[in-house]
């Protein structure tokens, strides 16, 4: 038996597709569609900013313009997950709790006022990722029986002693999203737990993918319109 080598097989399936898509023109076919993905070989995608690495990070999720709590489950959930991040993917030596974040805001009244390399210094850190929370959403509305869940951040890199690092050309920072979730009905009470953890996860690896080089799949899509 004569093996096939991975071009040729895909090059075969993509001629046979060719072929069916001008078959079914003939016979009135609005719109035929044939992923190939899984045949071509994962797409290397750089990083946007590479920071410093062997220092210490603070992952710091603010929500400023909410009411004091509202996205605390959120804040808690996006700190550790990056945290781990940063450090999995060889970013960061180590990271500042979310406990000692806390521990900061219980005992500073001014929390809200100090600057942000303030905070990083304050907590032993030698960099900040400070992460704004734009929009998040599991619902569109709280009486809605579908969930809709939406989730977008603004990111920024900052040097405790010397300053911003990234980006240097937009002062509120990066904008990172939307990442939405498909619309869905579901009566299980705790879905909206599993939807925002769903959300995070998927906010975390968007942020995450900023700073280190990474592979993607390559979404080749065949597609035919009638004439």
Not at 18 to 34: D, E, H, P, Y
Not at 185 to 214: Q, W
Request: glycine share 6%; net charge positive.
């Amino acid at each position: 038996m004569i093996p096939i080598s991975r071009r040729s097989a895909l090059c075969f399936i993509l001629m046979s597709v060719a072929g069916f898509c001008l078959a079914a023109s003939q016979t009135g076919c609005a719109v035929i569609s044939w992923t190939v993905a899984q045949f071509a070989p994962p797409q290397k995608v750089s990083a946007v900013y590479k920071p410093p690495k062997n220092k210490k990070y603070l992952v710091l999720v603010d929500d400023a313009l909410s009411p004091p709590g509202e996205y605390e489950v959120v804040k808690k959930l996006l700190t550790r997950k990056m945290s781990v991040q940063l450090v999995d993917k060889g970013i960061a030596r180590s990271t500042v709790e979310y406990r000692e974040i806390s521990d900061l805001v219980a005992r500073t009244p001014n929390f809200q006022q100090l600057a942000v390399s303030q905070i990083g210094q304050m907590l032993g850190a030698d960099v900040v990722l400070y992460v704004h929370l734009d929009t998040f959403q599991i619902k569109d509305s709280q009486v809605s029986q579908f969930w809709h869940g939406q989730f977008t951040t603004t990111v920024r890199l900052i040097d405790v002693q010397n300053g911003r690092l990234w980006p240097t050309d937009r002062p509120r920072g990066h904008k990172v999203g939307p990442l939405e979730m498909p619309t869905e009905e579901n009566p299980s009470a705790t879905y909206g737990i599993e939807l925002t953890e769903k959300l995070v996860d998927g906010m975390a690896d968007r942020i995450a993918k900023l700073f280190y080089d990474h592979r993607v799949p390559v979404q080749q899509t065949i597609e035919h319109h009638p004439a």
